[in-house]
């Protein structure tokens, strides 16, 4: 049960979300398995969350995921995401991906990894433009846990990210004997560029005219009176203040866990500056 333990602390302290290091498919960066383990996970979340900040409309989702990791350290990620504001029945993103973690030190662990992401026309989502991401992950096993994370985002635009964290596993209780209650509350700071925003309006604009949606001449569409106050920039910028935590039930194979986090955004977010933003979100995992 302590693998599976991991597991979860490792993806729910870094936050599951789309087209983001650390999803629903993640993998702990602390604890290569004695054998090869499959991790299933679905998830439901009231808001796509990208490092703290949402899109304008609410886009709640489904999702199912999957992680297989050998005894190696290599390791092989997929996930199918459903909007569920969204009409049609097809799949609103999915994903694709593989990674390998390794030990440097004792307590000092790396996870490097690669994913590329489908994202059907129009998406409603801020990382549609960047279908591809690379990451580097740096991990020490303490009685806190730090984390460095390194993030490139590219496809239609290119975009970098660091985040830097703190999280803490802490055991409460258990119902019986063979189970536990734990909680892992999370903190991190996310610094990064914002071209994926410039995209992101005018694919809305394009999304707003395929729906049939029209500009009041007054007042503007949603899209254009969030562009007013926008200026295209390559500097890289503070993004968001993120706060994490999650509760979770664990069993020998398997993990039920809720979560909420509040992301604060800076001056310099693009997507809702100086507002806060909570998500929360349910999953369920089953480790083979």
Known sequence: MKRLIIIVAMAISSGICFGQTDSASSTATDSIPAKSTLTLAAVYS???????????????????????????????????????NEKTS????????????????????T????????YPDYSPLLQAANVDNASIVLSYDSWIKPTLTGDY???KTSDAFVTGGISKAINLFSIGKKDMVTITPSADVVGGTQHFYQTYLTQQKLRDSVLGILTDPLFGSP???NNVDTVATTSFNL???????????????YVLEAAYQISVLSNKAQAGAGKANSFLTFSFYYQF
């Open 239 to 253: 993004l968001s203040y993120n706060f994490k935590f999650p509760i979770a039930y664990n069993r020998a194979h």
């Open 223 to 225: 899209s254009s009176s």
């Open 111 to 118: 996870d490097l990894s690669y994913s590329h992401s489908f």
């Open 153 to 155: 985002a590219f496809g």
């Open 90 to 109: 097809s799949v609103s993103a999915a994903s694709l991906g593989a990674g390998f973690n390794f030990k440097l030190a004792k307590k000092l662990t």
């Open 46 to 84: 009231n808001n796509a969350s990208y490092y703290g900040q949402r899109a304008a409309e609410s886009t709640p989702y489904a999702a199912v995921a999957a992680n297989y990791q050998l005894k190696s350290g290599l390791y092989l990620t997929g996930q199918t995401y459903k909007l569920l």
